[in-house]
C-alpha cells in the first residue's frame, strides 16, 4: 500500500485575487517533495493556474530529471445557469 501525507500552507492575496498554495510532504511513489501552486479566481468562481512539483525522484526522462509541472482551471456549474 502507498502511503501519502502533506502539510498543506495557504497564503490569498485578496487584493488582486491571487492564491498561493504549498504542499510539502511524503508522496505515492514514496519520494518526499514539495508542490507549489498558484491561481488566480474570479467572481465568477472561474479559477485558473499552475504547478509545479520538485521531490527526491530520480525518474529521468530526455536525459533529464523529472518534476511535473502543468496548468489547471476550474468551472463553477452555476456558471452556466441562465
Given at each position: 500500500?502507498?502511503?501519502?501525507?502533506?502539510?498543506?500552507?495557504?497564503?490569498?492575496?485578496r487584493?488582486?485575487?491571487?492564491?498561493?498554495?504549498?504542499s510539502?510532504?511524503?508522496?505515492?511513489?514514496?519520494?518526499?517533495?514539495?508542490?507549489?501552486?498558484?491561481?488566480?479566481?474570479?467572481?465568477?468562481?472561474?479559477?485558473?493556474?499552475?504547478?509545479?512539483t520538485?521531490?527526491?525522484?530520480?525518474?529521468?526522462?530526455?536525459?533529464?530529471?523529472?518534476?511535473?509541472?502543468?496548468?489547471?482551471?476550474?468551472?463553477?456549474?452555476?456558471?452556466?445557469?441562465?
Amino acid at each position: 500500500l502507498g502511503t501519502q501525507y502533506f502539510l498543506n500552507l495557504y497564503y490569498d492575496w485578496r487584493c488582486v485575487e491571487l492564491q498561493f498554495k504549498a504542499s510539502i510532504g511524503k508522496f505515492l511513489a514514496d519520494d518526499f517533495g514539495i508542490r507549489t501552486e498558484v491561481s488566480r479566481y474570479f467572481p465568477s468562481g472561474l479559477r485558473i493556474g499552475f504547478w509545479y512539483t520538485y521531490t527526491n525522484a530520480h525518474d529521468v526522462i530526455n536525459g533529464e530529471n523529472y518534476h511535473d509541472k502543468g496548468v489547471f482551471f476550474s468551472v463553477p456549474l452555476d456558471i452556466l445557469y441562465t
